[in-house]
């Protein structure tokens, strides 16, 4: 399975954007889906995750209420909507998948999936 990631770029603080996942060879509706993101210096952070079997979303305490993790069954597409960033969102995002939801969705080992990363920078 290869996940697709693409929608990172420069943005304002305050400011707006979506991130996408395509994974090949999986539908998203029975692949539990995520993203992580990784700021320089810093360990690989959790930041939203999708259960794919009920739809049920989770948050990291740092993005609620201004990330939302959605996804579209007949793109087949996963997105990150990002609102209000802030110069600490900083970091390279990843996609990541798995073939069965986890309780420790939280950790990047639990993930056998790996996307390439996109850029996400915020400035003033």
């Not at 954007?17 to 889906?33: E, F, I, M, Q």
């Not at 739809?55 to 201004?66: E, L, Q």
């Not at 069965?100 to 056998?112: E, F, G, K, N």
């Amino acid at each position: 399975v290869q996940l697709q990631a693409s929608g990172g770029g420069w943005v304002q603080t305050g400011g707006s954007l979506r991130l996408s996942c395509a994974p090949t060879g999986r539908t998203v509706s029975r692949y539990a889906l995520g993203w992580f993101r990784q700021a320089p210096g810093k360990e690989r952070e959790f930041v939203a995750a999708k259960r794919e079997s009920n739809g049920a979303t989770y948050y990291a305490d740092s993005v609620k209420g201004r990330f939302t993790i959605s996804r579209d069954n007949a793109k087949n597409t996963v997105y990150l909507q990002m609102n209000n960033l802030k110069s600490e969102d900083t970091a390279i995002y990843y996609c990541v998948g798995r073939e069965y939801w986890t309780t420790a969705y939280y950790l990047p080992s639990m993930y056998t999936n790996w996307g390439q990363g996109t850029q996400v920078t915020v400035s003033s």
